[in-house]
């Protein structure tokens, strides 16, 4: 059980890390150079 | 500072110096793709590495695709680790775990610990090595990843570096064939020299059962040992800094002599210093790379220079008890509290000062026995974002990333829109850029603070519970848990998490920050004096050698992608030349004044205010 969870912790931070790759995409798109 | 100690520094300098454009040019061919004299009997081995793994060579990556697949590669190790850790006791076979480590050796927070631990390239060991990890787990497990991590750091600083040097280029690069390269061409022949030159030099690498031997009074004596010398050698050159032992290089088996020692930190700083002159190689401009190479060595230098005064100098307390601290033919003097003899104070504050500048948090000594001011430089080093030649790959982007911020702060001096090697920086740049330093900033500080104000069951005061009183502990809250420390006899509850610390005051929150710092910053180095194996401190760690790692460098590769997709600008009489030696100290000055203003209230609390205590001869609490 404990083996899960901590499992499980890990793999929710690299989704937070897609997440944050898709974020930062989504910025970039959104501020259009000079 | 004694002659031996500034010899040290500049003969290991000079070295350094020599290594760099050899190196850096090489690593520029590696990465560009062009013949080398190792590529005839590499290339064939690389063929067949894109062959077996499916990675068509010629494939672009826009940089969401390489950081994803930066992700995947990291996240499918990282598990793996953490599976084979947990079932090291299946793998018995060949003498690959003679002394029969299991599972339960690492109960499950502490293997998720290490298993980010690794996969970051933080190295960071809340265990001890040679009565815990199997032969097998040290080999495939872990050393593994001192090679995949450091060729993957070495890959996103040569994908930033083709933000630089591409034009109007939807891809920077390919993550697959850049780690194979890298790994190949840059790890794998400077590993393998090392590594005999390591078992030569008196590093052992076999596969024999501890040893029980007597000692002269009489004792009996566990030798421990094992294939020590290919791990070391990727420990150092991958500026992993995980020790096969758990005294790391202060070990005789780790670091058998000063001519060992001396090799293992050029072994540290010499990738990094290389990619000063790759990046200068790739964007065109050699000078580039020699003024970012400028700045990190005049930090470098300031930072061993300070570190071995304040050593040297030593503690007036130890004075004040008739101990004799001025140094003579005989004795080092000055402050020799946690150093190895066979060292001294000029190759120990060497080493401290190479292991935090770099990522690679091995140690010759330890970081909690220096003076305040001889410890706040490893702190300091790792509080820059270890941009002093840094980890391989690592040092270099977060070098890039402060000329990023450094370009834009000039160029709001002087009203002109900021450029850096032609390209125009702009808000999305910057924006990264600022991100970068405040996830980093935010891990550190924010888990500091978590850990100095938080109490779990039972309290302020720890418990400790034998065998006659298991009735007792049964009766604690679950949440005790979370403080407990894995594998203590009798079972100890800390209660609150500053109970963790050997020394309370200062020097106590010292121990703490310097966790954070060192996790969050991938060092791994241990300030020492900290009982962090407990699942609090293992999942907090996790999560700030995590953060540090991909959430630093997810922005940068924004920014390289953003930098390669814009033409470039001809340089005109109004363009800032950041090949001059203005830039280097505009650049030096940008690192400081960050890293100042971000942390100097917390270097304030620790060991500033520990070192006028020391100075005014107040005790320490």
């Not at chain 2, 000039?410 to 920086?425: D, Q, S």
Request: a neutral charge; one cysteine or more.
């Amino acid at each position: 059980m404990q083996d899960i969870l901590y499992i499980a912790m890990g793999l929710l931070f690299f989704a937070v890390a897609v997440a944050y790759v898709h974020g930062c995409e989504k910025l970039k798109g959104s501020t259009p150079d000079e | 500072m004694t002659l031996n100690g500034m010899l040290q520094i500049l003969v290991y300098f000079g070295v350094i110096l020599l290594i760099t454009k050899p190196l850096g040019a090489y690593m520029a061919k590696v990465f560009e793709g062009e013949k080398t004299l190792l590529g005839r009997v590499l290339r064939p081995f690389e063929l067949l590495i894109y062959k077996l793994c499916g990675i068509h060579e010629d494939e672009d990556m826009r940089w969401s695709t390489y950081a994803v697949a930066m992700l995947l590669f990291s996240v499918v190790g990282m598990v793996l680790t953490y599976a084979l850790l947990r079932t090291q006791g299946m793998f018995n076979m060949f003498g690959w775990n003679p002394q029969a480590f299991g599972g339960k050796d690492m109960p499950p927070d502490v293997a998720m610990n290490t298993a980010a631990s690794f996969a970051t390239n933080t190295n960071w060991q809340n265990y001890v090595p040679e009565m815990t990890v199997s032969y097998f787990s040290n080999m495939v497990s872990l050393a593994i990843h001192n090679w995949m991590s450091a060729a993957t750091g070495i890959a996103i600083a040569v994908a930033l570096i083709r933000g630089f040097s591409r034009r109007s280029a939807k891809g920077i690069g390919n993550f697959w064939v850049d780690t194979v390269r890298a790994t190949l061409y840059v790890l794998l022949p400077l590993a393998f020299i090392g590594g005999i030159v390591f078992i030569a030099g008196g590093v052992p690498q076999n596969f024999l059962p501890y040893q029980i031997v007597t000692t002269i009074e009489g004792a009996k004596q566990t030798i421990a040992q094992g294939p020590v010398a290919s791990q070391e050698i990727i420990k150092m050159l991958g500026t992993n800094g995980g020790g096969f032992f758990n005294a790391n290089s202060a070990h005789p088996f780790e670091n058998p002599s000063n001519f060992i020692n001396l090799l293992q930190i050029i072994a540290i700083f010499c990738i990094p210093a290389g990619l000063t002159y790759t990046f200068g190689k790739m964007v065109g401009n050699t000078r580039q790379g020699w003024a970012i190479f400028s700045a990190m060595s005049a930090m470098f230098l300031c930072g061993a220079i300070a570190c071995n005064v304040a050593e040297q100098t030593g503690n007036p307390f130890v004075a004040q008890a008739k101990v004799m601290t001025e140094q003579t033919a005989t004795q080092p003097g000055g402050n020799m509290e946690g150093k190895e003899t066979r060292f001294g104070i000029g190759a120990s504050t060497l080493f401290a000062t190479v292991t935090t500048d770099a990522s690679c948090g091995a140690v010759n000594g330890m970081h909690d026995s220096f003076t305040p001011l001889g410890g706040l430089v490893p702190l300091f080093n790792i509080l820059t974002g270890e941009v002093i030649f840094g980890g391989v790959g690592a040092g270099l982007y977060g070098m890039l990333m402060f000329a990023v911020i450094g370009v834009f702060i000039a160029g709001l001096m002087v009203g002109r829109t900021p450029e850096y090697i032609g390209k125009k920086i702009e808000k999305f740049e910057v924006q990264m850029s600022m991100l970068a330093v405040l996830v980093l900033a935010a891990s550190i500080l924010g888990f500091t603070a978590l850990s100095t104000n938080t109490t779990y069951p039972p309290g302020a005061t720890a418990q400790t519970f034998d065998d006659k009183h298991a009735a007792d502990e049964a009766k604690l809250p679950t949440l005790a848990s979370w403080n407990h420390v894995n594998g203590s006899t009798p079972s100890n509850y800390e209660g609150a998490t500053t109970n963790n610390t050997n020394n309370g005051g200062a020097h106590g929150f010292t121990e703490i920050f310097y966790l954070y710092a060192s996790s969050t910053g991938n060092n791994g180095s241990a300030f020492a004096g900290i009982t962090g194996n407990t699942p609090h401190y293992n999942v907090t760690g996790m999560f700030a050698m995590l953060i540090g790692r991909f959430l630093m460098i997810i922005p940068l590769l924004a920014i390289a992608g953003s930098l390669a997709a814009k033409k470039r600008v001809p340089e005109s009489s109004g363009t800032f030349a950041t090949d001059s030696g203005t830039f280097v100290v505009l650049l030096i000055g940008v690192v400081i004044l960050i890293n100042v203003l971000t942390f100097f209230p917390a270097l304030a609390l620790g060991p500033i205010v520990e070192h006028f205590k020391m100075v005014l001869m107040k005790p320490p609490i």
